[in-house]
């Protein structure tokens, strides 16, 4: 059976067949009447599949009409066909379930939409397996799923979810449709129906899905506009030119639809692209204001866009900007970049007081530290020159938890024996650092006993500790303290407190 893509299908398939597994076991009315909550689940369901399917059945339309080629109507009409398979096969379904309904004396005393011999495993026998009326749904199963695979040339990469399953290895049917329908009270076809009837619109979903790709339909969507520019530098120096290619994100090179103005003055467009330059002159911001306008090639209507940018004119400066945060910290690489505007890479010279400084690429740098404190770092080049000063810190203290997501509190005690020991997470923290634990002191109170103490040494537990970990029960208590780590560029391990759990 093929796996669905959908999160939505693939929880009601899982529903499905847990609710069939049931049927092994001695099942109440309730069960049974939870046979019927599915169904409803799955005709949910396919209404919302039908919403989507329209809703792309109407851009495709849109597109071939918009981009009017026989090739794009060629992909329209598959993708109507794949919707008008789908229905038809559901009408089938649908008269089998009508069949079905009456044939297990129509609408119970209290539900109208339950029949009332919902529990009937010899009707179900008889029509589906002795009357031949399984094999024929194996047969419109078999022929449908074909029609959809031939509308899209039998594209191995197109998945159809309507297809009859292989009998499991295993199972004492001998074919689908006993293994489908032998024996199986009637409220477990229902839903069973109603998941053919998922599977042919998916089936549709998914044919109309290729055809929208085959023609660029998902492609072209003329529904949110920004301006945006990319420009070599947003800060140049006086005497210098100011240079930037402005373009319209979304821009589709298939049609010619767009043009483009800086303050008021039409820009020529190749591929989308208008190239923009101005000559830089006096300090300070200068503005400039990028009108867009766009003809949506599916309606014919013509929006404009606008939005000002502005870059700086400024002097010969250095900077220095830390990659992750502003502090540097002990023990791991703390990347930086440093550059100075108007100065090329190579004439820029770097130094450190109190770290380390090492090259990692064209005016990167990686800093290590050792010491709690203050460091220094110096850029000079192109007659400029200036320092910086940072803090140094350790890095900050983990939070001790189990399980990854427990920090006390109440645990049942088939999840608490399932832990394997304590694990120090570092949070909100943005370098790449593993702490370890060194050891902490364990303490287990069953209910109405006296405490036992034990040490343990690392995360994980010792032989004394695990063993008292599984005698967890209702009532227990557990206690994890002086938890002690030790984390990169440590000397010595850290207390990072403790953890508390009541067992439920």
């Not at 379904?93 to 495993?121: H, Q, W």
């Not at 200068?286 to 002097?315: A, M, R």
Request: glycine residues 8%.
């Amino acid at each position: 059976m093929s796996i669905p893509k959908e999160p939505r299908q693939l929880m009601i398939n899982l529903m499905y067949l847990v609710l069939t597994a049931l049927l092994a076991l001695n099942v109440s009315a309730e069960v049974m009447n939870a046979f019927f909550s599915l169904d409803k689940g799955l005709a949910s369901s396919r209404g919302i599949v039908d919403k989507g399917n329209e809703a792309l059945l109407n851009s495709i339309t849109s597109t071939a009409e918009a981009y009017n080629t026989p090739v794009n109507q060629e992909y329209k009409q598959k993708a109507e066909e794949a919707n008008r398979l789908a229905q038809e096969f559901q009408a089938y379904v649908e008269g089998i379930r009508t069949k079905l309904f009456e044939a297990a004396k129509g609408p119970s005393k209290y539900d109208p939409t339950i029949p009332k011999d919902m529990k009937n495993k010899d009707l179900t026998t008889r029509m589906f397996v002795k009357e031949k009326l399984g094999d024929e749904i194996e047969a419109k199963i078999n022929e449908y799923r074909k029609k959809f695979l031939e509308l899209t040339g039998n594209d191995a990469n197109v998945k159809i979810p309507l297809e009859v399953e292989p009998v499991p290895q295993g199972s004492k049917s001998k074919t689908w449709v006993e293994y489908k329908f032998k024996q199986m009270p009637v409220a477990a076809l229902f839903p069973m129906m109603g998941k053919l009837q998922s599977d042919a619109k998916s089936s549709a979903t998914a044919v109309m899905n290729w055809a929208a790709e085959k023609m660029n339909a998902t492609d072209i969507k003329f529904d949110a506009f920004q301006p945006a520019f990319s420009a070599e530098k947003s800060y140049v120096i006086a005497g210098e030119k100011f240079s930037a290619d402005i373009f319209l994100s979304a821009f589709s090179t298939t049609a010619d639809n767009v043009s483009i103005s800086v303050n008021g003055s039409g820009l020529p467009i190749k591929d989308g692209i208008a190239h923009f330059e101005q000559t830089a002159s006096g300090l300070g911001e200068k503005p400039f204001k990028v009108s867009i306008n766009v003809k949506n090639p599916l309606t014919g209507e013509v929006k404009n866009y606008s939005k000002d940018f502005k870059y700086e004119v400024g002097q010969r400066a250095v900077a220095i900007s830390l990659d992750k945060m502003n502090v540097f910290y002990i023990g791991v690489d703390n990347p930086i970049s440093v550059s100075a505007a108007g100065v090329a890479t190579k004439d820029i010279n770097v130094s450190a007081s109190g770290v380390t400084l090492n090259p990692n690429g064209a005016g990167k740098y990686i800093v290590r530290a050792t010491t709690p404190g203050e460091a220094s770092i110096t850029v000079s080049g192109g007659g400029a020159s200036q320092k910086f000063t940072y803090r140094v810190k350790r890095i900050p203290d983990p939070v001790p938890t189990l399980g990854m997501k427990h920090r006390g509190g109440q645990m049942g005690n088939g999840e608490f024996k399932a832990q394997g020991g304590i694990i120090p997470v570092l949070e909100n923290f943005d370098f790449e650092a593993k702490c370890d634990v060194v050891g902490f002191e364990f303490t287990y109170l069953a209910k109405r006993q006296d405490p036992i103490t034990e040490q343990n040494s690392g995360a994980r537990w010792s032989g004394a500790v695990g063993g008292m970990i599984q005698k967890a029960k209702p009532g227990d208590a557990y206690f994890f303290d002086q938890i002690k780590v030790r984390c990169p560029g440590d000397a010595a391990a850290r207390n990072i407190g403790g953890l508390a759990f009541k067992i439920k």
